[in-house]
């Protein structure tokens, strides 16, 4: 009961104090963005390039079927997928607050600035990889082959991925999770 009654004051709270909360945020990005991508060899200018690239809707059938294989539009699919109103067996103070709060944060837009961020760094790593894929382990940049060793992929893993191959769409190469299957 605590519990609801706490969430229940924090989501009020933040529609309350959160009004241009997608704007503080879209600024942090300009400097988040670059840093990330460049733990995986990535300028910051290119990696800038590929956010604002990212905010525009833009591609056909092949690029969102590789955004698909890459899980960009997983986590909004799972953000909608729950009823904020079948929590405790209907509509309760609670589950309308929630409701109102979902609402509200999608209506600051921050949900579409934090999905089509995270769909455009990893359609921007998974280009990266599809274009560095030709390369032996030991000649990747030392950048990308840190990264690759924090996800377990060395030598031997990474030889198994460029015998997979990519995925072609629109003139890019994506190495994409079914690669690895």
Known sequence: MWHRIG??????YDMVYLGFVAGTHAGSLISTFPSEARL????????LGNLIKAMVPHGGAERTEALAQIGAY??????????PFAHGGGPNIP??????????MTATGLPYLFEHAKAGMREMLADHLGRNIARPFAELEPHLQNALRGYGIGAEEWQLLRSAGTLDANGHKYLTPQAGH
Do not use: E, P, Q, Y
């Not at 995986?40 to 990696?47: F, R």
């Open 7 to 12: 969430s229940t004051a924090r989501a009020f």
């Open 40 to 47: 995986h060899s990535i300028g910051a200018l290119t990696s």
């Open 74 to 83: 997983g986590d909004g699919m799972a953000r909608h997928a729950i009823d």
């Open 95 to 104: 589950g309308w607050i929630a409701a109102a709060h979902n609402r509200f």
